[in-house]
Structures are given as structure tokens and as C-alpha cells.
């Protein structure tokens, strides 16, 4: 009986914590062509993750939803745990893979610059139970002439 009380306060006690969760601030910190097939080419897609809280955690995994001039791209997977501190920072890769033909019709599309936007969520370990998924948003815009030109030097 001892036992269900203390797992029940346990429970309890993480919930409170939750009621005072800052969501954490997630950013396009890298975006790498990593190769493919004619017809398929994949993408690292590094996303920076700022925790404002007092507490770390850990992250069990992300997926995100790469939109290119508002069409979506591609959907990014990853199932690395990643742990984050306290008031801290890390790095999630996730890799995508894109259909050549979408890549090269959107880019020529292009003027200067494409639009991105990258939505989708962390997946946020509660230990015992079920995964609390975070839901996040990032844009911006990528000069991708300049990004396939870095690519030469490899």
C-alpha cells in the first residue's frame, strides 16, 4: 500500500513540475546536403534547442515538417536521445530526404532566397509515463545559391 501512495505522490509531483514548463525555443542551426540517388537526396537538418528552465531534460527524439516557399519538402526523423541542461543548449539532428525533382523545382523557382518553415515536435521523456510531445515553429529564409555553392568544396 506504502508502495501506491509514494507512486502516486511521484505522479503527483511531476505534474507540478509540468505547470511550470517553458516550452523550450528550437532554431535552424544547420542544414547539410548529405548525399543521395538521382531521385532522392537527404539533408541533415541540425535544430538548436535553448531550455529556459531551472531543470534539464531529456528529449527521446523530434519530427519536423520541412515547408519550402510554403510546400511542404520533406519530413525529418530522429530517434537519438538527447539530453538537455538546465538553462543550457543542445543540438538535434535529424535527417530528410527530399525528392530531387521537388529540390531543383523549388529552387529554380527561386529568386534570391527561398522562405523556410520547419514545424513539428520533441518528444519529451517523462520516464514512467507516456512521452509529452512539445510542439514547436521555426522561419526564416535560406540564400540557397550560396548553400549549393558551399557544397563544391567538399
Known amino acids: 500500500m506504502r508502495a501506491v501512495v509514494l507512486l502516486l505522490f511521484l505522479a503527483l509531483g511531476g505534474c507540478a513540475d509540468l505547470s511550470t ?3 523550450p525555443r528550437v532554431s535552424l542551426a544547420d542544414l ?3 548525399g543521395g540517388r538521382l531521385l532522392a537526396q537527404d539533408f541533415l537538418i541540425g535544430l538548436r534547442i535553448d531550455n529556459p528552465n531551472a531543470y534539464g531534460f531529456k528529449l527521446n527524439g523530434a519530427v519536423a515538417d520541412v515547408f519550402l516557399n510554403g510546400h511542404l519538402l520533406a519530413r525529418g526523423l530522429s530517434n537519438h536521445p538527447v539530453e538537455v ?15 530531387t525533382f521537388q529540390i531543383l523545382q523549388q529552387i529554380l523557382s527561386a529568386q534570391q532566397s527561398l522562405a523556410y518553415r520547419i514545424q513539428g515536435h520533441l518528444s519529451l521523456s517523462r520516464g514512467f509515463s507516456r512521452d509529452l ?3 514547436f515553429e521555426t522561419q526564416g529564409s535560406l540564400d540557397f545559391a550560396h548553400f549549393l555553392g558551399e557544397q563544391d568544396g567538399l
Open 21 to 23: 514548463f517553458a516550452h
Open 32 to 34: 547539410q546536403l548529405r
Open 85 to 99: 541542461p538546465a538553462y543550457g543548449q543542445a543540438d538535434l539532428n535529424l535527417i530528410a530526404t527530399v525528392q
Open 133 to 135: 510531445r512539445i510542439p
